[in-house]
């Protein structure tokens, strides 16, 4: 199958699609084969790809005994009166490692949920700097042999040779942490400037919404509606570009990593050429640790809102950045750190 698009046309609802998907099915995501800029940008073949796998389980439930009298099963455990059933089909996201390269070199290797490959990659050099303040031209599956060779789980980069030369990192990293031995707060502070405050209640120096707390309290209720692979599965984390204005999910991505779904997040808005994000919001699923506050300050957003708590790394990160931070969002409340 081959689609076309251009950058502002792909749809922005990553965590029900892939970014060239045309039908909603849990099971396929598209996998896109080349994104190139200029006049051929999204010139792309596609192939299905498993976002959520099925799989037999056993639960355990209450027991209810036919009579009063009627002796303990096999399936019994303890005296609890509960029981397993017999294997029954159940769903759980799909988690398979894919490498990251800038030009030929491998910089990462994370493991993730397939789906939205490219806005990963691309979302992971520019948090990380390696960009080098270059626009992407061209990403791609395995750019260095046929990608059906790698299972579609090798994604290269390219600023045609204009970025910085990346050191090669051999280590792997985890759906759980994607900053694990990498910038400290002193050295991401030595490559990004603090944001400009911005006053609660009144535009920022760029001209944009005010940061309105009681609407940053209720995003996670709009993302919720639309976070499938979480309804089917219960084992994604989801991340949201929100407008600061009403609060409207601009861009929805999910993965079985907190990290990656910003970065999937973070990547569509710099193929779309709009990071800085001075007039959006990032809020996600999970506890805020330092690498999300991290990857927010390198985007630009104005503001980090959390279902979970925030860490003590995280707090300093957004404090050195000027960073407005929250965590504990839920039933329209929350928790203000920075």
């Not at 209450?62 to 002796?71: D, F, I, L, S």
């Not at 395995?142 to 059906?148: E, T």
Request: charged fraction near 20%.
């Amino acid at each position: 199958m081959t689609a076309s698009f251009a950058p502002g046309q792909v749809p922005h609802e990553l965590s029900s699609s892939g970014t060239l998907e045309v039908r909603d099915e849990l099971s396929s995501s598209w996998a896109v084969g080349s994104v190139a800029s200029g006049p051929t940008f999204g010139q792309a073949v596609v192939m299905a790809r498993g976002r959520v796998d099925k799989v037999l389980v056993r639960r355990l439930v209450p027991h209810e005994p036919a009579t009063p009298h009627e002796p303990a099963t096999p399936n019994d455990i303890g005296s609890g009166g509960k029981e397993f059933t017999g294997r029954t089909p159940d769903q759980v996201v799909v988690e398979e490692p894919m490498e990251i390269r800038l030009e030929d070199t491998l910089v990462a290797t994370t493991m993730r949920t397939p789906g939205n490959d490219f806005e990963l990659a691309v979302g992971y050099c520019y948090t990380e700097g390696l960009l080098g303040g270059e626009a992407v031209v061209d990403v791609r599956y395995c750019a260095l042999g046929a990608a059906s060779a790698s299972a579609w789980n090798v994604v290269t980069v390219s600023t045609g040779g204009r970025s910085p030369e990346p050191t090669p990192r051999l280590t792997a990293g985890t759906s759980a942490c994607g900053w694990c031995g990498s910038d400290s707060i002193d050295a991401l502070s030595t490559r990004l400037s603090p944001l400009p405050e911005r006053l609660d209640d009144s535009p920022d120096s760029l001209g944009g919404d005010p940061l309105d707390w009681q609407i940053a309290a209720a995003v996670g209720d709009a993302v919720s509606a639309r976070q499938p692979i979480f309804d089917a599965t219960g084992g994604s984390h989801a991340a949201a570009a929100f407008s600061l204005g009403d609060g409207t999910p601009q861009i929805i991505g999910e993965d079985v990593g907190r990290h990656n779904a910003v970065d999937k997040v973070i990547g569509r808005l710099c193929l779309d050429g709009q990071l800085p994000a001075a007039g959006l919001g990032l809020w996600v699923s999970s506890r805020l640790g330092y690498e999300i506050a991290a990857k927010a300050w390198a985007a630009g957003f104005a503001a980090v809102i959390a279902v979970g708590p925030a860490s003590s790394l995280a707090i300093e990160t957004a404090t050195r950045a000027n960073l407005p931070l929250a965590g504990f969002a839920r039933n329209g409340t929350l928790v203000r750190y920075v």
